[in-house]
């Protein structure tokens, strides 16, 4: 290996290593909230936050239950010091509670009440402020318990959800490193029987990983990033990175068993690996591109963590790697355990030979081949038309998580419409405002024909607060005139709490009726406007942003790869079959998710008994960028052998069964270890961690088996030289393809 490429790898280890310590906490700067870019939830909330001036932007919902009830001396006396603590606490924008209001939505079924605490925080995202309010209700919880022992205080809402979640994501990555690294190791050392060697990979993993983080950490200090970030790395750095250093090593280790030295196998496994590396991360980074285009948070953190965690697995592949096999040279061996010691040259002819057999056998009998394996395939992938992208039915939150405790606490008082109300801003046309008569009586209209919605539990307005009469504007304060009524009066906020039986889909449905009829059908005046926003205004952008956004992703994804394989396999049949092959595993991963999780099919072994009903609108859009570009590295490995088996002279019906001999022990094994990666990560508690997880290994699973090893060969016998029309075959390999020994 030459010095310029030492020097090359030395800069990339140091410029890793100095990155390393930046990634330990790297979650910090990375935020659970999403932000839909544009939508009319986001402009609901820059609303409220400029025109209104309203301290309850950002809030959260203090429950407190084992008190007297609210509206008595007792009762009130003790939420008075309650009150008054959280007023002091810095922070806190706004507290509101039914000492303020007196309205009976504070009065909960079974004697419980709620504050609600308005956050504003000028140091860094408002869930910073989460941890100093649960140790402020911890405290005010002990000093109760002295006269109230069942006093209990928890904190819920949309802030200390995302709070939650964010643990329950760390939990997950760390959960599924436990599991991970111990079962790839072993893949490893079964795979390569040397310690040494099974190493390289998992560093490059980590490696790979921890710069990831570090950046993403970095960019999260200006830009909106997801937690999401942090599970998606450590997916998908274990499974590229492993995956990309194993085809490293077994063509170093196919050269130095032909005779070669150390900087001469590490350069030539270099140059062969390489290029094939390069143009597989191609088409996974291109998936990850297309993400950016999709104008909301989590997805463009996705494709951001994505595409930086593939570009440092491939070149901490192609630079470290070599460096290190260079070194090394035939002491990559050392330590071989005992009982692979013997038998590893043996083991590897008699699996080169057997998938010789293998592909010899698909060969003769293209067709039969293509029936066998594609029947069920057609069968899984017929069941994706059923994909149902609304949200998932039942309780998907972490059960152990105290804002989801206090939520269930809350519905259990019938008071859960107050995490999930609707935020409704009604704009009065020009010269009118809600002082006049004929806009007081415009906002009455609207509070009155929500409230007699049978979906409704309260309407909370400033008319509703005034109980319908103009002249107690002037007794209301001015907090809650902030938070109700814009400042210029010609913009008002009602708060429109769902009833409890109203379900997280029928609250998006409800979302959409309301800017379907319109603010001039419900108030009854021509020119007026309405915005809807709030968590199921939120939902419903969502879901609307990724369906208008998914075919235009698939189609800059498709094209991205089929330009990056034309570039390098400069056949056409060999790019349209690798996409076609490619869409084929998507469809049949996407039917085996929505079989298992959608329709409930053996989902009681992942946790999740009964089904979901449907699936997150956020795990089609994402699995199908990163499922075909992960499909398309077993394609690459094996279209690259067989190719150059094709230069070094050897006819179509040679060349597959020497490029399957070559290839399908190592896509097997590669896929083992991404199949562990991606399968530990169903295991946790975040749901749509755990359908990613899922979607990834069963596409892994069946393309690394039935698409790959049957259909893909089968196909390539079929088309025969078509294959490598119009130039694949015009270069000739300056290497022939090595001895069947292997």
């Not at 301290?55 to 939420?79: H, K, M, N, T, Y």
């Not at 007196?102 to 000028?122: E, H, K, M, Q």
């Not at 002037?474 to 409890?500: H, K, N, Q, W």
Request: hydrophobic share 50%; charged share 15%.
């Amino acid at each position: 290996m030459d010095v310029r490429r030492l020097w090359v790898s030395g800069i990339v280890l140091a410029a890793a290593l100095a990155l390393v310590p930046f990634s330990i906490h790297s979650d910090r700067h990375l935020e659970t909230a999403t932000r839909v870019e544009g939508s009319q939830a986001e402009t609901v909330r820059e609303e409220l936050a400029n025109r209104f001036r309203s301290p309850f932007v950002d809030r959260v919902v203090l429950v407190i239950q084992g008190l007297p009830p609210a509206d008595s001396d007792e009762g009130g006396q003790a939420l008075e010091s309650i009150v008054a603590g959280l007023r002091e606490q810095s922070g806190v924008s706004g507290v509101v509670s039914y000492l303020e209001l007196r309205d009976p939505i504070f009065l909960g079924r079974g004697g419980g009440t709620f504050v609600l605490v308005g956050l504003n925080s000028a140091d860094g995202p408002v869930e910073s402020l989460v941890p100093k309010l649960h140790q402020l209700a911890g405290a005010f919880e002990h000093q109760l318990r002295g006269r109230y022992p069942a006093a209990k205080l928890e904190l819920t809402g949309e802030i200390p959800l995302n709070f939650d979640i964010r643990k329950a994501s760390a939990d997950d990555v760390r959960r599924g490193e436990t599991l991970v690294i111990p079962a790839t190791l072993v893949l490893l050392l079964l795979a390569f029987g040397s310690p040494i060697a099974a190493m390289i990979p998992l560093a490059v993993g980590e490696l790979a990983i921890a710069t990831t983080l570090a950046i993403t950490g970095l960019l999260a200090e200006r830009w909106h990033l997801s937690i999401l970030v942090q599970n998606l790395s450590t997916m998908l750095g274990l499974g590229l990175g492993i995956d990309y250093a194993l085809l490293m090593i077994s063509r170093f280790r196919e050269a130095i068993s032909t005779g070669q030295n150390g900087p001469a196998a590490a350069a030539l496994a270099a140059r062969q690996a390489g290029r094939t590396l390069l143009i597989s991360a191609s088409t996974v980074a291109i998936g990850f591109l297309a993400l950016l285009t999709v104008p909301i948070s989590e997805i463009r953190s996705i494709g951001i963590a994505g595409f930086l965690v593939t570009g440092m697995s491939v070149l901490l592949t192609n630079t470290l790697v070599p460096a290190a096999l260079a070194l090394l040279g035939c002491r990559i061996d050392l330590c071989r355990l005992p009982f692979t010691a013997k038998l590893d040259a043996d083991r590897a002819a008699r699996t080169g030979n057997r998938w010789r057999q293998v592909g010899r056998v698909i060969v003769a009998h293209p067709w039969l081949a293509l029936l066998v394996a594609g029947t069920p395939l057609l069968l899984l992938a017929w069941q994706a038309r059923r994909l149902d992208t609304s949200l998932p039915r039942g309780d998907w939150l972490p059960a152990a998580a105290e804002s989801v405790h206090a939520l269930h606490t809350l519905e259990g008082m019938d008071r859960s419409g107050v995490v999930q109300s609707l935020r409704v801003i009604v704009e009065l046309p020009a010269g009118s405002s809600a002082e006049t008569d004929a806009g007081w009586e415009a906002l009455d209209r609207i509070s009155k024909r929500l409230g007699s919605d049978p979906r409704t539990n309260r309407v909370i307005s400033i008319t509703t607060i005034a109980e319908g009469n103009r002249s107690l504007l002037r007794d209301v304060s001015r907090e809650t005139r902030r938070t109700f009524l814009s400042i210029d009066g010609r913009a008002a906020l009602l708060e429109v709490l769902p009833a409890g039986s109203v379900s997280l889909r029928d609250q998006v449905n409800w979302v959409r009726e309301l800017r379907r009829i319109g603010a001039p059908a419900l108030t009854s005046v021509p020119g007026a406007t309405l915005l809807v926003g709030g968590i199921p205004a939120l939902n419903a952008d969502y879901e609307t942003i990724i369906r208008g956004h998914f075919p235009s992703v698939m189609a800059l994804v498709v094209g991205g790869t089929l330009l990056a394989l034309l570039s390098g396999f400069r056949s056409i049949f060999a790019a349209l079959k690798a996409i076609a092959l490619n869409l084929f595993s998507v469809a049949a991963s996407f039917g085996a998710l929505v079989s298992v999780f959608q329709n409930g099919h053996g989902s009681l072994w992942l946790g999740v008994p009964g089904g979901t009903g449907s699936v997150f609108p956020l795990v089609p859009i994402v699995a199908f960028a990163i499922v075909f570009g992960l499909s398309m590295d077993y394609e690459v490995f094996l279209v690259a052998r067989v190719l150059e088996a094709r230069r070094s002279g050897l006819s179509e019906t040679d060349a597959i069964p020497e490029g399957l001999a070559r290839t399908a022990g190592l896509i097997t094994s590669a896929a083992a270890i991404m199949i562990v990666v991606f399968g530990a990560f169903t295991f946790g508690d975040f749901l749509v961690v755990k359908m990613i997880g899922f979607t990834l290994a069963v596409a892994v699973l069946i393309d690394a088996t039935l698409v790959r090893i049957v259909i893909g060969p089968a196909l390539l016998q079929v088309a025969g030289d078509w294959n490598w029309w119009p130039g694949g075959l015009a270069t000739k390999s300056r290497t022939p393809v090595m001895a069947s020994s292997k």
